[in-house]
């Protein structure tokens, strides 16, 4: 069985300051690993993935993630944060013979002026 | 990439009456799927909707709380039977990507149901 452990639920920085998110999963098999990000209330936007190939992956807004096999991990970072970067940020894995989403417990990122 | 419609985005409904949540994707897919995200939470999946065949539910869901249609392969509804205040949540309607990007699913706006 899979599962998915976002190690944080708040996340406070400062504008303009980095951040991680972090997020670790355990699978037997071979996972696709996801960040969606929801803003207050709306629905959830697909941040970035992992399928395969370059472990580093750039997605929407300046995020990226790095997929570490070794650690089972998928953090997610932003170099310089933005007020707009407030939301709940969720992770999520699904093996490559189930198409159902295995999500996270969600970190909220606050940003602090 | 999908654009998932949802209604209605929010409602106020009294303990004991049913509200049936409209999901409308402006292409056809496969699989549909209808998520519950209690206040704080995370999502939590209620069941996968297929066109065609009923829907699988999860463990912790059953039909007669929550039946499912899906009578076509752009739209589903989620029924919401005999609420009480447990079932305040924001529902969510999501589906299964096609084509190259075809690992994500695409998510509509919610509802967000208060029972009262």
């Known amino acids: 069985a899979q599962s998915v452990t976002q190690l944080d639920s708040q996340v406070p920085v400062f504008e303009e300051a980095p951040v991680e998110l972090r997020c670790n999963y355990s699978s037997s098999v071979s996972v696709y690993l996801f960040w969606y990000v929801q803003y207050p209330n709306q629905g959830l936007q697909l941040l970035l993935k992992?399928?395969?190939?370059s472990t580093l992956v750039k997605g929407i807004n300046g995020f990226e993630a790095e997929f570490n096999k070794s650690q089972t991990s998928f953090h997610l970072r932003k170099p310089s944060v933005h007020i707009s970067d407030t939301a709940e940020y969720f992770c999520?894995?699904?093996?490559?013979?189930?198409?159902?989403?295995?999500w996270g417990a969600g970190t909220k990122l606050i940003i602090k002026p | 990439s999908a654009v998932i419609s949802q209604k209605p985005s929010r409602d106020i409904c009294q303990r004991g009456t049913s509200l049936t949540i409209q999901c409308q994707v402006d292409s056809q897919v496969t699989m549909m799927f209808w998520y519950r995200q209690q206040p704080g939470q995370s999502l939590t999946l209620i069941a996968t909707?297929?066109?065609?065949?009923?829907?699988?539910?999860e463990s912790g869901f059953v039909i007669d709380k929550f039946p499912i249609s899906r009578p076509n392969l752009t739209f589903s509804t989620l029924t919401v039977s005999n609420m009480s205040p447990e079932d305040s949540s924001i529902y969510l309607c999501?589906?299964?990507?096609?084509?190259?990007?075809?690992?994500?699913?695409?998510f509509g706006p919610g509802t967000r149901l208060t029972v009262l």
């Open positions: 999520a894995v699904r093996s490559d013979s189930n198409y159902q989403l295995i």
């Open positions: 992992y399928l395969s190939g």
């Open positions: 909707a297929n066109q065609g065949s009923e829907a699988t539910y």
């Open positions: 999501s589906v299964d990507s096609l084509g190259d990007s075809y690992n994500e699913q695409f």
